[in-house]
């Protein structure tokens, strides 16, 4: 069975002894590895198109709403309160629900990528079948590819600590370039950042990886559950002192014997009397109830005109408005993933791969009846409960108590159950034979994963932005899909044309010759 998945690309390629620690010589590709690689990078895509063609928030969600743009003139900038007057305005307690005509009145409201209830279905299958299972399988890859990489170096006589050390670095470059020029939705910064904190954990056998990938995983959960206890204090004790806030300036107003004729003077005065109230209790319950009110307010406010806002920037608006726009998202977020704290939410999955890898899984060393049971038994289950957890949610809010210490760990726990499901099948394939030309452009896909997945980018954002077609915010989930299609069949098709003249993809080909510091071979002879 191993002989059949690590079979050679070509006949200078073999696998040295794929059993135990699974070790390849310098030139030698795991099939199994590279046709994985090939079928999450396309699945991606599924997932990504729509953060290509929609503002963020439309893409895990089908209750998004914005104005369309030539429904409302110029949007309203709000006025930056001073630091005085967002540390009181706050005590008023103003109701914090939205009037969502009262600012734009001739503004036309639209749901974000969903014209029709096909939509809706496109968003459910893909949330079942696709959501975070590509990426995760690309994380368990990610940890995998560096058990082969370090191995490759000794067996050729290098120290692999510089080598690795600088692949990640190139890695972290390329992938600023992409997240910072091109599409906010890069996730090669964040494996970068996380592969940095990688490399200490490749001379632990397979089981102390994996044991260290649950303890990582346990507490990355009992991180959900501290956020939940902390949000169910503040719901709770919140919710309290909001009424005791709202019971002692409703006592004031009538010792006072506010004139409610007097519409704008009742209102000031209440609004002072809430402060005068907020300010007796003591610093610790402001806290709780600062923190309450602004749960209150996320939960219930709705912004369509941000989502138009970014509507007009990528839609309409000039390139480097588009920079200046990832920019202020990006920053922070990336000086948060350098931290060691990216093992906890990418790392145990990367861990994860290690583990795998030493146990030959990729290159099918597993008995057929495991990967029969993880394809054909865990997979199905896997999608049932993800149809549940998917109802679930959407009766309690993505930050809800109910959903961070309930729905997102058993979420979390689904997602590389059905990943592996997906890759096992994959494996089952190549190993009896079936759909061989398929899985073999699979292959080539995977073999030049780096070029591809830049290629996507590159092909979604001119067709969205504005320096090309100027699609952004115009195309529905439905037929959003005819181009994840298209793209599918274009780097299937060159895929293998590209390598049948070449060692590397073009991306694969540079960042390997600054690794190595030398030019490598780039036409076969």
């Not at 990489?149 to 992409?178: A, C, D, E, K």
Request: aromatic fraction near 14%.
């Amino acid at each position: 069975m191993s002989q059949q998945i690590s079979e050679t690309i070509s006949a200078d390629r073999e696998i040295s002894d794929p059993t135990g620690p699974l070790t390849v010589q310098s030139k030698t590709r795991v099939v199994g590895l590279d046709t994985v690689r090939g079928f999450a990078l396309l699945g991606i895509l599924m997932l990504n198109i729509v953060d290509f063609g929609w503002p963020n928030e439309a893409y895990d969600r089908v209750t998004a709403l914005y104005y369309t743009p030539a429904s409302i003139g110029k949007i309203h900038e709000p006025a930056k309160p001073s630091d005085e007057k967002k540390n009181t305005d706050w005590k008023s307690l103003d109701d914090p629900k939205p009037d969502l005509k009262s600012a734009y009145p001739s503004g036309q409201l639209r749901v974000a990528a969903v014209s029709s209830d096909w939509d809706v279905t496109e968003w459910a299958l893909a949330n079942v079948f696709f959501a975070n299972k590509m990426r995760t399988l690309f994380c368990i890859m990610f940890g995998a590819g560096m058990i082969y990489l370090t191995q490759r170096s000794i067996n050729s006589g290098r120290r692999p600590v510089w080598l690795y050390y600088r692949r990640m670095f190139i890695l972290l470059l390329i992938g600023s370039f992409h997240a910072y020029l091109i599409w906010h939705g890069d996730i090669l910064f964040a494996y970068a950042a996380t592969g940095l904190y990688l490399y200490p954990f490749r001379k632990y056998s397979s089981q102390t990886l994996m044991w260290i990938s649950i303890a990582m995983f346990a507490s990355f959960v009992s991180l959900l559950w501290v956020g939940a206890g902390v949000m169910h204090h503040v719901w709770v004790h919140g919710s309290a002192l909001e009424r005791q806030v709202l019971a002692n300036s409703d006592q004031s107003l009538m010792t006072q014997k506010q004139d409610t004729k007097d519409l704008e003077g009742y209102q000031k005065a209440r609004s002072e009397a809430r402060k005068t109230a907020v300010n007796q209790l003591s610093k610790f319950d402001q806290l709780i109830l600062q923190g309450f009110l602004g749960l209150n307010r996320e939960n219930r406010a709705q912004s369509p005109e941000s989502l138009t806002k970014t509507i007009r920037i990528f839609g309409q608006g000039s390139y480097f408005g588009m920079v200046k726009e990832r920019a202020g998202e990006l920053i922070w977020m990336h000086v948060a993933m350098l931290t060691p704290l990216s093992l906890l939410f990418l790392g145990w999955l990367m861990i994860l791969g290690m583990s795998l890898a030493k146990t030959g899984f990729f290159a099918g060393d597993w008995p057929l009846t495991t990967y029969r049971f993880w394809a054909f038994r865990l997979v199905p289950l896997g999608w049932i409960i993800e149809a549940a957890l998917m109802l679930a949610r959407q009766g309690s809010p993505s930050g809800s108590i109910f959903s961070l210490a309930i729905l997102t760990p058993i979420h979390q726990a689904v997602i590389p159950m059905l990943s592996l499901g997906y890759a096992s099948a994959l494996i089952l394939a190549i190993h009896g034979g079936y759909f061989t030309g398929f899985t073999n452009r699979l292959a080539d896909v995977g073999r030049m994963a780096l070029s591809n997945y830049l290629a996507q980018s590159v092909i979604c954002t001119f067709v969205f932005y504005s320096y090309g077609l100027g699609l952004f915010g115009m195309i529905p989930r439905v037929r959003l899909v005819l181009i994840v299609l298209s793209v599918w069949a274009l780097e299937l098709w060159w895929s293998p044309k590209w390598l049948a003249k070449h060692t590397f993809g073009p991306v694969e080909w540079l960042w390997r010759s600054l690794t190595y510091r030398k030019l490598q071979p780039f036409r076969k002879d």
